[in-house]
């Protein structure tokens, strides 16, 4: 039965973020003017973050459960195969949307199909409704900050699994090899939570894959 309101799929991979998930799936169900599904690919979790994404409505929140442990690259795309709407947010398991996330970002598109909206992010700690800001970033070409329409995740195609780390930039680099526009806003449309098992600290430890993704490119432009 249809709603009358605009949709968006919600793609949300997860590995052991239990302590963080059901906030950020409720910041995604409570959208304004949005009928949202989350789909959630875990991977491989040994917390209790099924039980966790098993406690929202079926129809609203899908979960893709994996035994063993296939990489955030793959799990994404798991759920991406998944997934049928127009428009698509891409969300970390630690992270919140503010409630007029989606509005924002699907105004500014203005109904274009090719052209990705982003806006700004705010880091911080504590909780969503209690936060001690520790950073505001700008605009950014950040997927974690994107509206991205369904044309254009067809164009740049599915995240590369052969990456541990990096995948979200090697897509976004890729699409702006394409020739993508890019829009963006100046309203905060995710909040990143800084904690001490952050992804982000992973990839500062391990930077390969961000190196090979510098290669790729600059070989690509030198053709």
């Known amino acids: 039965m249809s709603t009358g309101l605009l949709t968006c799929d919600v793609i949300m991979p997860n590995r052991n973020y239990g302590a963080y998930l059901h906030e950020a799936i409720s910041s995604a169900l409570n959208q304004e003017g949005f009928h949202t599904h989350v789909i959630l690919s875990d991977d491989a979790s040994s917390d209790d973050s099924l039980e966790v994404a098993r406690s929202f409505a079926a129809d609203r929140v899908t979960v893709i459960s994996h035994a063993e442990q296939i990489g955030l690259p793959a799990a994404r795309n798991s759920s991406i195969r998944r997934s049928t709407s127009a428009l698509f947010g891409f969300l970390d398991s630690d992270d919140v ?7 924002h970002l699907h105004d500014s598109l203005q109904g274009r199909t ?11 700690s504590g909780t969503s409704a209690h936060p001690t800001v520790q950073r505001r970033r ?8 994107a509206l991205v329409p369904r044309d254009v995740l067809s164009l740049v195609g599915s995240f590369d699994e052969g990456l541990q780390y990096g995948d979200t930039v090697d897509w976004s680099a890729r699409a702006a090899n394409l020739g993508v526009s890019y829009i963006t806003i100046d309203h905060v449309v995710t909040l990143r939570r800084i904690h001490d098992k952050n992804m982000s600290r992973m990839i500062a430890s391990e930077p390969s894959d961000y190196l090979q993704i510098v290669r790729r490119y600059r070989k690509s432009r030198s053709v």
Not at 97 to 103: A, M
Not at 114 to 124: K, L, M, P, R
């Open 138 to 145: 700008e605009a950014v070409r950040n997927l974690s900050c």
């Open 114 to 124: 090719d052209t990705i909206a982003t806006g700004v992010a705010v880091e911080f």
């Open 97 to 103: 949307w503010p409630r007029d996330r989606l509005l």
